[in-house]
Nanobody, 123 residues
Framework: VQLQASGGGLVQAGGSLRLSCAASGSIFSINAMGWYRQAPGKQRELVAT???????NYADSVKGRFTVSRDNAKKRLYLQMNGLKPEDTAIYYC??????????????????WGQGTQVTVSS
C-alpha cells in the first residue's frame, strides 16, 4: 500500500486548507486511517483518526477547527482545516492500519505512512 499526501501550503492565520491522501496498491487491506503532524524539534503527534465505519477522534488542539473524512470508493482520506493558527505549522502525514484492530491514537498502531505535506501558517 502506498499513501500520497497533498494539499499543503502557505496560508495566513485564520485561513483554510484541505489535505488529501490517496491510497494505492493493496488498498483492500486498509482499515483505520489518520492524520499526524510533526513540527520542527517536536515528536509526531495525533491530529485526527477515522475508522472504516466513520467514527472520528481529534486532538484537543484541533477540535472544532479540523474535520477528517474518507471516501472509501475513491480510496482517499481528507483533512479540512479551518481557522488555522501558526502553531498548526508542521509536516502533516497520513497513515493507515493494515487490518481490523490496527489504528488508534498511537503512531505504533499504523502500518502505512505517506511522505508528508508541509503546512505553514503565517501570523
Amino acid at each position: 500500500v502506498q499513501l500520497q499526501a497533498s494539499g499543503g501550503g502557505l496560508v495566513q492565520a485564520g485561513g483554510s486548507l484541505r489535505l488529501s491522501c490517496a491510497a494505492s496498491g493493496s488498498i483492500f487491506s486498509i482499515n483505520a486511517m489518520g492524520w499526524y503532524r510533526q513540527a520542527p524539534g517536536k515528536q509526531r503527534e495525533l491530529v485526527a483518526t477515522i475508522t472504516t465505519g466513520g467514527s472520528t477522534n481529534y486532538a484537543d488542539s484541533v477540535k472544532g477547527r479540523f474535520t477528517v473524512s474518507r471516501d472509501n470508493a475513491k480510496k482517499r482520506l481528507y483533512l479540512q482545516m479551518n481557522g488555522l493558527k501558526p502553531e498548526d505549522t508542521a509536516i502533516y502525514y497520513c497513515a493507515a492500519g493494515s487490518r481490523p484492530g490496527r489504528g488508534g491514537t498511537r503512531t505504533e498502531g499504523y502500518d502505512y505512512w505517506g511522505q508528508g505535506t508541509q503546512v505553514t501558517v503565517s501570523s
